[in-house]
């Protein structure tokens, strides 16, 4: 009997199980008469096997913060401010802070409580440092993220741990602007790391509507680079607020 | 509708090992990767209510994360146009987790074929979908994928040999 021939699609389909059962039968059947034809076949599932491997470990991997503060509070990314650069190899700390705090006020003008030396907008300008005051400071210091009200005008995401062991929250802001950032806690207030406007969420005609706006891509990457481990969960988290945040 | 919104999330968080390694196939390096999953996990919560009820979470976060990095190369394409830009940081690795040498190898391997014969490897060879997901997800006839397929998978083997 002449043996059976078969194009490279269907010994690919064969070896991905994607054949009917009589298409099966036939391959097999031709397989077991034909050595050659049976090496095609566990090339393709060899293949396979391989990249399927390769990739094995990346299933392993925790996802990284950033990631998980996504799926937990998402919107549209927003314009970005940072207030102190992660790796800014040419200009030094004090241009930045002058520039960042122009840009914040810029940003901010209007739109938020930016009210130097009354305490009572949500960020503060101190000796060229931003602070978190008002409501930010008070939801920073008292809200756990697992029980806080979905309508709170802050939204905290996650608490973690830099490695030299202070505490950072990532927060959202609702005001006028929705305002996405890092605080961490040092000498007893809140610094912020890195603040970037963000659009509140679309209401898709009312159907869904978020409950906070997203980690703009900045602020995750702050979050990336700050951050030493994983992030705490809700029992750590607990036990730092019990401690005020203090390391 | 707190309870769907709460769902969608632990179903995306639950997700994100498999989404991590789909856009790892498609994008090489692991800090792009994760920058798409990011944005694909973001158009998923915004666009919740399109999911419908009987559809799939992954299939349809696989979609997502499709259709965003096509956008993405698209717009990479016009700025390489544009601008001729060297990618500065193409392979920047995590000092922390260094891939194991035969990731970096298919990996390699991967980033020299075609979109879309890549789009079909990752989508059946490396998440293991059927053609007929598969097909979905890229919006194209089963004829059409496994063509690609096809190909994908005989460069590869010519590359990975």
Redesign the interface.
Same mark, same amino acid.
């Given at each position: 009997m002449q043996a059976m021939t078969f194009d490279d699609q269907t010994l690919m389909a064969y070896a991905d199980g994607e054949l009917d059962e009589a298409a099966r039968a036939a391959v097999t059947a031709a397989m077991a008469a034909d050595p050659q034809l049976a090496q095609r076949v566990a090339e393709h599932r060899e293949l396979r096997r391989r990249l399927q491997a390769a990739f094995e470990p990346v299933l392993a991997e925790p996802p990284p913060a950033r990631l998980l503060a996504s799926a937990r509070a998402a919107g549209v990314p927003g314009r970005v401010i940072p207030l102190k650069p992660r790796a800014v190899p040419r200009w030094s700390w004090p241009q930045w802070a002058a520039i960042a705090a122009s840009l914040v006020i810029g940003v901010l003008s209007g739109a938020l409580l930016l009210r130097p030396g009354t305490g009572a907008g949500p960020i503060l300008a101190r000796n060229g440092q931003m602070l978190a005051g008002g409501v930010l400071a008070s939801a920073l210091t008292n809200q756990l993220s697992g029980t806080q009200p979905p309508n709170a005008a802050v939204q905290i995401g996650v608490s973690f741990r830099t490695r030299d062991g202070i505490y950072c929250r990532t927060f959202v802001l609702q005001a006028a602007a929705a305002l996405a950032g890092i605080a961490c806690r040092e000498r007893g207030s809140w610094q912020l790391q890195v603040l970037a406007q963000s659009e509140p969420g679309r209401s898709a005609r009312g159907a869904y509507r978020p409950a906070a706006s997203n980690l703009p891509p900045a602020v995750a990457r702050t979050l990336d680079a700050l951050i030493a481990g994983e992030p705490l969960d809700a029992a750590a988290e607990a036990a730092a607020r019990t401690g005020n945040w203090s390391r | 509708?707190?309870a769907p919104?709460a769902d969608l999330?632990a179903g995306?968080?639950a997700l994100? $090992?498999?989404l991590?390694?789909f856009a790892?196939?498609l994008c090489g390096n692991t800090h792009d990767a994760?920058?798409l &999953?990011?944005v694909a &996990? /973001?158009r998923?919560?915004? %666009? =919740? =209510?399109q999911l419908r009820p009987d559809s799939q979470l992954a299939g349809w976060t696989f979609g997502i994360l499709r259709n965003a990095w096509i956008d993405e190369q698209r717009a990479r394409g016009r700025r390489t146009r544009l601008f001729a830009a060297a990618e500065s940081g193409e392979n920047v690795a995590d000092p922390a %987790?260094p $891939?194991?040498s /035969?990731?970096l =190898?298919?990996?390699a391997a991967l980033a020299r074929l075609p979109d879309e014969q890549r789009l079909a &490897?990752a989508l &059946?060879?490396?998440e293991?979908l059927?053609?007929k997901e598969a097909a979905h997800i890229m919006q194209v006839p089963i004829g059409t994928l496994?063509?690609r397929? =096809?190909r994908g998978? /005989?460069t +590869?083997?010519e590359l +990975?040999a």
């Open positions: - | 509708m707190p919104e999330r995306l968080i994100l $090992p498999r991590r390694r790892r196939a994760d920058d &999953v990011q &996990v /973001e998923a919560l915004t %666009h =919740a =209510a %987790h $891939p194991p /035969e990731l =190898a298919v990996q &490897v &059946v060879l490396i293991g059927s053609y496994t063509s397929l =096809a998978r /005989e +590869l083997k +990975l």
